[in-house]
């Protein structure tokens, strides 16, 4: 089978087609549709070949018409599918564009609020631009984790590890490192001086 689709069949053809025996009528109209939608021309003899002699050039432009309709269709497609293509790079274009964006336009307010928080709670002197201290909050926050994750995190393990072995690992480094969304999770721990305290208000 070609691409065909379709052809135009005459008043004519019948009126010729109907001069013939029953016989001859069926193949002549098979042979028209062989010819139109498989490219097969057909061996006739006597009346039937001149009978599809006559139609053939017909055929013939009919063909090269439904070929000709279907062209357009196709540049059409085309034409959409290099617009889809073009948009979706367009986009790719704005997502890489967002992502390369300086740390000092993207994420500097943060800098400065988390780690001012962090000096704030340990009374320590770490740099909000300091470049590794950047990098360990700009990693956060590109996983989704905000800025308020950050301080409970700093909350919860400042109050679990001061005064402990542990109070030296409160740094940005421990604090804001792959173990984050785990220290977020966790369920609070009492410090254990609480304890005493307690103990001192009975």
Not at 15 to 36: F, G, H, Q, R
Not at 122 to 142: D, P, V, W
Not at 161 to 186: A, C, I, V
Request: hydrophobic share 30%; proline share 2%.
């Amino acid at each position: 089978m070609n691409d065909i689709t379709g052809f135009t069949f005459f008043k004519n053809y019948y009126e010729a087609i109907e001069e013939l025996e029953e016989a001859d009528k069926k193949d002549v109209l098979l042979a028209i549709v062989d010819y139109v939608f498989k490219d097969q021309e057909p061996i006739f003899t006597g009346v039937k070949k001149i009978c599809f002699t006559l139609m053939k050039s017909n055929l013939d432009t009919s063909k090269n018409r439904s070929r000709s309709a279907r062209r357009p269709l196709k540049n059409k497609a085309k034409t959409n599918k290099i617009k889809t293509k073009s948009k979706l790079n367009q986009n790719e274009i704005k997502m890489k564009s967002k992502q390369n964006q300086s740390p000092s336009y993207s994420y500097s307010y943060s800098y400065s609020n988390i780690i001012n928080y962090l000096n704030k709670v340990l009374s320590t002197k770490y740099r909000s631009n300091g470049k590794k201290n950047r990098e360990l909050i700009k990693a956060r926050l590109n996983e989704g984790f905000t800025e308020e994750d950050f301080y409970k995190v700093i909350d919860k393990k400042h109050k679990e590890w001061k005064g402990t072995d542990f109070e030296k690992f409160l740094r940005p480094e421990t604090l804001f490192g792959t173990k984050f969304e785990s220290y977020l999770n966790q369920k609070e721990k009492k410090h254990w001086l609480d304890g005493l305290e307690e103990l001192d208000d009975n």
